[in-house]
């Protein structure tokens, strides 16, 4: 396709943040340009120069931003089927985990991976959500919890990148667990802080992320590693009140950082703190399903103080095997009662958000031409099927995908 061209005969759900939820155009024309939104509006308002571009047809379909998945850990080695089999008879996760099972198990067989063999299997992954119009992805490091495992892990996530037509947003989630039988202080300080450094000497890290929970780490550990990032200059996120709350929110809200996620255990204090730091509570629905969590995000406490929800897969062998960003957003509409409208922001508008980009997430003058094209009529549908997939078409940097 050429470098410019105007969409037309389409809906379009631009997602900029209006009252009415989606943004929705009906009878919308969306000219792009050298990779970028050039132009959205009713097609009857069209400016006469981009008139006169080559067009194409959308044969009446919904168009969105491309979807974001801003929270995964597809790379690793592996999978925790037995650890599923346990919990279905009777041991919950945190029970998994302080028997060595848990985070600890992937990070023996990621350590066992090879690096080619890592990149094979996170492509395939990689692969479905690109199939389900997905066009930026974060990903974690944080099974390795050693030095060479951990930098392995980043140059994979950059070979993603490199090998498919995706973004990734890479997170150093160095401070992910204790390895076994190691003092987590002396973690934090002697290995997750020094490799941090050299990852972002290397250009591997984009974020850091943590997982502050009484299996992991505490907010005094996660501080010093907060402190390491913005002594680096980089922004920071952090996994907080999952299963319990120990002030990983609040902590998180004083760095100002990009989002803070699963928040089941969020206070409305939490959550005030997030709306005025302006972090993402990025909602996991898969993980809260997955270990059959029972405390729910306090989503009415996020409306009205006006925090962005962002919606993730949360993608990893343990918590939440889920390989799909519309399950996500239908989950999170009925486990967690966000409205469809919510759900498609979560994974366009506030995902951007979570990952620190203002160049994508709605269809906007200026946004990068990253796009997906929907067999639906109406956008809530995006949110209403389960494990039904009605991408038509997804479109990368102003270029369609091959058929
Ligand atoms: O986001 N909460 C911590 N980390 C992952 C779990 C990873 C695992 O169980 O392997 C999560 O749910
Ligand atoms: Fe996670």
């Known amino acids: 396709m050429s470098d410019s061209v105007l969409l037309t005969h389409l809906k379009a759900a631009t997602m900029v943040d209006t009252a009415s939820g989606y943004g929705l155009i009906k009878d919308a024309g ?12 009713q097609i009857h308002d069209c400016p006469a120069e981009i008139a006169k571009l080559p067009t194409h047809d959308c044969g009446g379909r919904l168009v969105t931003p491309a979807l974001i998945d801003c929270h995964t850990h597809i790379v690793h080695g592996g999978n925790r089927a037995q650890e599923f089999e346990m919990r279905l008879e009777g041991a919950s996760y945190e029970e998994v985990a302080r028997a060595g099972g848990g985070i600890v198990s992937t ?25 389900e119009g997905v066009a930026t992805i974060e990903i974690k490091s944080g099974y390795g919890l050693d030095h060479d495992t951990e930098l392995k892990m980043l140059r994979v996530a950059r070979a993603v990148a490199s090998a498919r037509p995706i973004n990734v947003s890479t997170s150093f989630l160095g401070a992910h667990a204790v390895p076994a039988g190691a003092d ?41 590693v907060f402190e390491a990032a913005r002594a680096l200059g980089l922004p920071v996120k952090l ?34 703190a997030l709306a005025r730091s302006g ?68 994974t366009t508008r506030s995902a951007a958000r979570a990952l620190g980009f203002s160049d994508r997430g709605t269809l906007a003058a200026g946004q990068r031409a990253d796009l997906a094209i929907w067999d639906v009529t109406s956008p809530a549908e995006l949110s209403y099927g389960i494990g039904i997939n009605p991408l038509h078409k997804r479109m990368f940097g102003g270029q369609f995908d091959a058929d």
């Open 30 to 41: 969306i000219a792009l340009e050298q990779g970028q939104i050039r132009w959205v509006g």
């Open 107 to 131: 990070v023996k067989a990621t350590r066992e991976t090879s690096e080619e063999d890592l990149l094979e299997a996170t492509l395939r992954r990689a692969d479905a959500l690109i199939s």
């Open 184 to 224: 987590a202080d002396s973690y934090i300080d002697d290995i997750c802080i020094p490799t941090l450094k050299t990852a972002h000497a290397e250009g591997l890290v984009d974020v850091v992320d943590g997982f502050c929970e009484g299996i992991a780490f505490d907010t005094a550990q996660m501080r010093r």
């Open 239 to 272: 996994h907080a009140e999952q299963l319990s709350n120990i002030g990983g929110t609040a902590l998180a809200a004083e760095f100002d950082a990009l989002s803070a996620d699963h928040v089941e255990y969020a206070s409305d204090a939490d959550a005030e």
């Open 279 to 346: 972090s993402v509570a990025v909602i996991l629905p898969g993980a809260f399903y997955a270990i059959r969590e029972e405390q729910a995000p306090p989503i009415a406490a996020f409306r009205k103080h006006g925090v962005h929800m962002a919606v993730a897969t949360d993608w990893n062998p343990g918590s939440s095997p889920l390989g799909s960003v519309l399950l996500a957003m239908n989950m999170a509409c009925t486990l967690f009662r966000l409205t469809p409208a919510e759900a498609l922001a979560g």
